[in-house]
């Protein structure tokens, strides 16, 4: 999948030195809002990642398409098939935040889901002390739905998080 500048596709072995090495040079950002994120992450929990050991349904690394780069990554995971649901999570290496890049995957990776994978709702949920996803979300187009108290607990503390979501607006609310 290709948009405004990136592409998102699945991740190969060969990627884990780039994924692990992204992110080393993003640890100041990952770390308060990605539990897995640690000085400890390298080619070996790439490699996981990649062959989806951590249950993640829908894996992707995003690459510049004028550098070939890998400057992030993102994903569709908590995959509810009863209620046709996903939650979607990105990150963006440090260097290249600001580009509109996170902003782009979001958006090709929520209409992924909606019309590849089937899902009527994608749902991406961040802290709310996480200005930069918040503005991800917003600026991709995710309607705010609200804050649920004591959704996250990152580094053993509970935090209250934003809950946006993209829903197939084609299909029927019901009731």
């Known amino acids: 999948m290709t948009a405004e500048g990136i592409e998102l596709r699945a991740p190969v072995d060969a990627d884990a030195a780039a994924v692990a090495a992204a992110v080393q040079r993003s640890l100041d950002e990952l770390v308060p809002w990605m539990p897995w994120a640690s000085d400890a992450y390298g080619e070996t929990e790439s490699l996981a990642w990649i062959r989806g050991e951590f249950g993640e349904a829908h894996r992707f690394v995003i690459v510049e398409e004028a550098s070939g780069e890998i400057v992030g990554s993102c994903g569709l995971n908590q995959m509810d098939e009863l209620n046709r649901s996903a939650?979607?999570?990105?990150w963006v290496r440090s260097d290249h935040a600001g580009k509109g890049i996170a902003t782009a995957a979001t958006r090709l990776l929520a209409e992924f889901g909606l019309r590849e994978v089937g899902c009527?709702?994608?749902?991406?949920?961040?802290?709310t002390e996480n200005e930069a996803s918040r503005r991800v979300a917003e600026k991709a187009g995710a309607h705010h739905e609200g804050i649920a108290r004591g959704k996250l607990l990152l580094h053993g503390r509970f935090h209250d998080a934003h809950v946006f979501s993209f829903v197939d607006e084609t299909a029927s609310a019901g009731g």
């Open 87 to 90: 939650n979607l999570g990105y």
């Open 120 to 127: 009527h709702r994608v749902v991406v949920v961040m802290s």
